[in-house]
């Protein structure tokens, strides 16, 4: 039998609602974002939506020229690092620090 979600997370059917950071490290989850409008980034390889805020620590949308991959031999450096929970680790301190 196959695990519905080997994460043991709940999934929106609609892809746009789950970023691909984990939760454990979307700080998009954070009640402060509840309000805002949050830019997607999708990574042209497979599809998987991120909230730009997770992979860049600011919500500016990507521009057409730019590409964004999270995985493969082209994965973005934001993209490695917001999967790793560095840009996490970045918006936690910089949180305490206000
Ligand atoms: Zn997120
Ligand atoms: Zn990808």
């Not at 979600?5 to 700080?27: A, I, M, Q």
């Not at 730009?52 to 590409?67: I, P, Q």
Request: glycine share 6%; net charge positive.
């Amino acid at each position: 039998m196959k695990k519905a979600n080997s994460k043991g997370e709940k999934l929106d059917p609609n892809p746009k609602n789950n970023c691909g950071v984990s939760s454990k490290y979307c700080s998009a989850t954070d009640a402060t974002f509840k309000a805002k409008d949050l830019q997607w980034v999708q990574c042209m390889s497979c599809d998987q939506w991120f909230h730009v805020w997770c992979v860049r620590l600011n919500n500016r949308t990507y521009k057409e020229e730019e590409v964004f991959f999270c995985c493969g031999a082209d994965a973005c450096p934001e993209a490695i690092a917001g999967l790793n929970g560095e840009v996490y680790a970045k918006y936690v301190s910089r949180k305490r620090d206000n």
